[in-house]
């Protein structure tokens, strides 16, 4: 018995420190371990790149919101361009297309 344990005290480091060499590099190597990482990085550098536009859009629609609520000329203009909205004294005159 005591031959036992004493070949069992100089075995198990040893295949403990061939299980951490060989599983190691397995997990690491697998699908979901460092390749999924890697692809999991590249995704969240893309969500936060699309996020950081987004955002650069959400400041430019509230300011033009502000411009909408503070200045009439750029209420006119929208209504002038956009809906082809004309003032009551204005005269519009419609030209046909020459062949």
């Keep these: 018995m005591r031959h036992l ?3 069992i005290e100089r075995v198990l480091p ?3 420190l061939v299980v ?3 599983g190691a590099p397995v997990m690491i190597f697998a699908p979901q371990g460092l390749p999924r990482l890697r692809s ?3 995704e969240l550098s893309q ?3 699309e996020n950081a536009e987004l955002s650069r859009d959400i400041e430019a629609l509230r300011g033009r919101v502000a411009r909408l609520r ?3 000329a750029a209420v006119e203009r ?3 361009d956009n809906l082809g909205l004309i003032r009551q004294n ?3 005159f419609q030209f046909s297309k020459s062949r």
């Design 5 to 7: 344990v004493g070949w």
């Design 14 to 16: 040893v295949a403990m």
């Design 20 to 22: 951490a060499v060989v």
């Design 40 to 42: 999991l990085e590249r």
């Design 47 to 49: 969500v936060e790149e």
């Design 70 to 72: 503070d200045d009439p």
């Design 78 to 80: 929208i209504a002038r």
């Design 90 to 92: 204005e005269v519009v």
